[in-house]
């Protein structure tokens, strides 16, 4: 079957044949995959915020941690799996009491990080699907969480997570100022929104508490924007992750060398 003429009088269908006899296709995104690479490298290489430091690195990924089945990992809008290492890694490292998560979506993470810090209450919070979000989102905020989507429900050890939905704009978070080891800010993604979630973020932030943004690369304007702002507090980067995190001195020192 052939396709219709294009305006040339080839038809497209065999001008894509042609293209791929000479593996013309391929190679296009070889090279698309080369430019993205080049693209993220100059945007972590240009990144005002440093690296975290080798040692406690080390020591974080000291600790042993647990996976949920591997049908739940990578899946489009959910933690990539170095992501969720270092998330657990680091929730059982500092032996958090209390976690909260801003954007549950398959509470993939929720559940590594309940299953991996049992002694730990994990809040999640996600905008019920059908909420009009009360401010703009980032053109990537195409994944949306709901009920029937959750993956924590049908594994075991989840007895400690705490659901809750709402708009992160205005969901009262007073009643958690203070009181949180690990807040993990992964919500809307548009420059409001990263701003407000981070404003509550650290109100949660219990002493020697710790912030973790994801998302903080090229493709995510709002979170380099407002991460940047916030450069000055000592924000550092994760290597192989999108993460960025807030590590108070006293926090650092609590995490024990193995
Ligand atoms: C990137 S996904 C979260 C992924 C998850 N944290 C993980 O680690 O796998 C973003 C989530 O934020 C939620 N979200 C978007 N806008 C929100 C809002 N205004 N308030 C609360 N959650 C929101 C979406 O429904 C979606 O589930």
């Given at each position: 079957m052939t396709g219709a003429p294009n305006s040339s009088g080839t038809s497209q269908q065999s001008w894509s044949q042609f293209h791929n006899v000479l593996g013309l296709s391929s190679l296009t995104r070889r090279l698309d995959i080369l430019r993205r690479n080049y693209l993220n490298h100059r945007f972590d290489r240009r990144s005002p915020l440093p690296l975290i430091q080798d040692d406690l690195l080390t020591r974080i990924y000291s600790v042993e941690v647990s996976f949920p089945?591997?049908?739940?990992?990578?899946?489009?809008?959910t933690q990539t799996i170095d992501g969720l290492f270092f998330l657990a890694s680091l929730a059982v490292a500092m032996e958090a009491k209390s976690v909260f998560e801003i954007?549950?979506?398959?509470g993939v993470s929720t559940w590594t990080l309940a299953r991996n810090v049992p002694a730990a209450v994990v809040h999640t919070l996600d905008i019920p699907p059908s909420d009009i979000p009360s401010w703009d989102l980032d053109v990537d905020d195409v994944h949306r969480g709901s009920q029937e989507g959750l993956v924590y429900p049908h594994l075991?050890?989840?007895?400690n997570i705490v659901q809750h939905w709402a708009d992160s704009a205005t969901f009262d978070f007073s009643p958690f100022y203070d009181s949180i080891d690990l807040v993990y800010v992964d919500g809307a993604h548009s420059e409001d929104y990263v701003r407000s979630d981070s404003e509550n973020a650290s109100r949660m932030s219990s002493d020697n508490g710790v912030v973790v943004w994801d998302?903080?690369?090229?493709?995510s304007p709002g979170v380099v924007k407002v991460l940047h702002e916030r450069a000055g507090l000592g924000l550092v980067r994760v290597p192989g992750t999108r993460l960025v995190v807030h590590m108070p001195e006293g926090a650092k020192a609590k995490i024990r060398t193995p």
């Open positions: 089945p591997r049908r739940y990992l990578m899946l489009p809008g954007g549950t979506f398959t075991p050890s989840s007895g998302d903080y690369w090229r493709l």
